[in-house]
């Protein structure tokens, strides 16, 4: 009937209007979402570390300086990479020994007020660059020996001259990222006598410096 069309067709009119609501929400929803979203600040990129390039590490007779390498090892072998593939980006550890400077003469009180000048002979000369070169030759090897153990790249170095003014001049000259030394722990008499190479290297080398502290029983040998 007529009357029955005409309220079918209000109905369908109706659910149409209804229809189109809704996906009129679904839309205004999504680009709310969507702006939201557009909204959000970006993620900043964590800042890069710089790698440690270079490190040295100065060596004498001493347990100390031995026991400051090895802690080196220890501690960061997986900065001084040995694989091919890091040839290019790994670190490199440079064992740096320097050599006490000869003296060609020696001054002797020969009575009161008075002194005389000994100069050294070239035999007694050669003696001595030769022994002081077998020394450095044996603290090297044992450094190489350790590094190798555990397959980190090594070069050595030996200086002559006094020791913590050759040392802050190689860091400079190489460009070192991090400067290790070892503590003797001098006295207070001691250091003020002769000084502390750590001391000085903290004060004058140009990049950061590392002292490794050794055990007390490996301080009192």
Request: hydrophobic share 40%; glycine share 6%; with cysteine.
């Amino acid at each position: 009937s007529l009357l029955t069309s005409f309220t079918y067709s209000k109905k369908k009119r109706l659910l149409k209007t209804k229809q189109r609501s809704m996906a009129e929400d679904q839309g205004a929803a999504t680009a709310m979402e969507t702006t939201a979203v557009e909204k959000q600040p970006e993620a900043e990129a964590a800042p890069s570390v710089p790698k440690t390039k270079r490190m040295m590490v100065a060596i004498d007779e001493s347990d100390s300086s031995f026991y400051a390498l090895q802690w080196v090892i220890d501690h960061f072998s997986n900065l001084l990479m040995t694989t091919e593939a890091a040839e290019g980006d790994g670190g490199m550890l440079t064992v740096v020994h320097v050599q006490s400077p000869f003296h060609h003469f020696a001054a002797f009180p020969a009575g009161p007020g008075g002194a005389t000048a000994v100069y050294a002979s070239s035999t007694m000369i050669e003696s001595v660059k030769k022994a002081q070169q077998e020394t450095s030759a044996a603290l090297l090897s044992r450094a190489l020996q350790m590094c190798r153990a555990k397959q980190i790249r090594t070069e050595t170095l030996v200086l002559e001259g006094e020791a913590k003014e050759m040392i802050c001049e190689a860091v400079e000259q190489m460009h070192v990222d991090l400067l290790v030394v070892g503590s003797r722990g001098l006295g207070k008499i001691k250091r003020a006598f002769i000084g502390s190479v750590s001391d000085y290297c903290a004060h004058h080398a140009n990049c950061p410096i590392l002292i490794v502290k050794p055990p007390k029983e490996l301080m009192t040998k």
